[in-house]
């Protein structure tokens, strides 16, 4: 019970294959109690179920670009619960038809909507979370390597990443001073309903089980426990760290020896 009594706001909740999801399902088996709101109109009918299971509050609508919609959660969040001790920011957002091609055939609206509703809300959040971590808390966002290198077809998407990243060690420099950790988890691909928006996922998921280290692929279980030690007192002296939840993939710069061969064989097939 290492989350016992913490109350944490988790935020991109989908449906029950979210990595968000997995998440709050763990941070709730190890005491936590949970919030759960939702940022996609559309998304309210799978959401609900999910939230009953781990008696969620705050089950509602916010729209992250209105800021009389964010007012308004975190009112009521303080009016009912008085703090927080945590916050997952689980959101990114682009036109996914812009997540093939060029990146450099990014449109001036999609670079500037993508960048809004996937880096500014972290900053947003995290400063109205800020207010009500009256005994300091951790702040914990979603990141891919695709911030990091680029990736095909992640496009807008990973500059996006990379501004997140960043923003991660400024908020965490700025908050520290509070006793607020913010960091961030970068986790190795894994069938979402964000991730069905990147063309060529399926094949992405079968290379990537082959080339890590550990030779498979992410499990929500495997970012579930690692988003519970940054929201555990564990990681009490953690803060502005990108950590890689992975298999190992981001620690390789090379094809295993033992599969060269295989790929090439694929390559020379196709």
Known sequence: MLLKGKKILITGVANDMSIAWGIAKMAHEMGAEIAMPYTVQMLEKRVKPLAEQVGAKFVRFVDLQDDASMDSL??????????????????????????????????????????????????????????????????????????????????????????????????????????????????????????????????????????????RNVTLEDVGGAAVYFFSNLSSAVTGEIHHVDCGYSSTGMIPNDLKDVLLKALDAE
């Open 74 to 215: 975190f009112a009521e969040i303080e009016k009912e619960w008085g703090a927080l001790d945590g916050v997952l920011h689980s959101i990114a957002f682009s036109n996914k038809d812009e997540l093939v091609g060029r990146y450099a055939d990014t449109t001036r609206d999609n670079f500037k909507n993508t960048m809004d509703i996937s880096v500014y809300s972290l900053v947003d959040i995290s400063r109205r979370s800020a207010k009500l971590m009256k005994n300091g808390g951790s702040i914990l966002a979603m990141t891919y390597f695709g911030g990091e290198k680029s990736v095909p077809n992640y496009n807008v998407m990973g500059v996006a990443k990379s501004a997140l990243d960043s923003s991660v060690r400024y908020l965490a420099a700025d908050l520290g001073k509070d006793g607020i950790r913010v960091n961030a988890i970068s986790a190795g691909p894994i069938k979402t309903l964000a991730s069905s928006a990147v063309g060529g996922i399926k094949s992405m998921l079968r290379l990537n089980s082959d080339m890590t280290p550990l030779r």
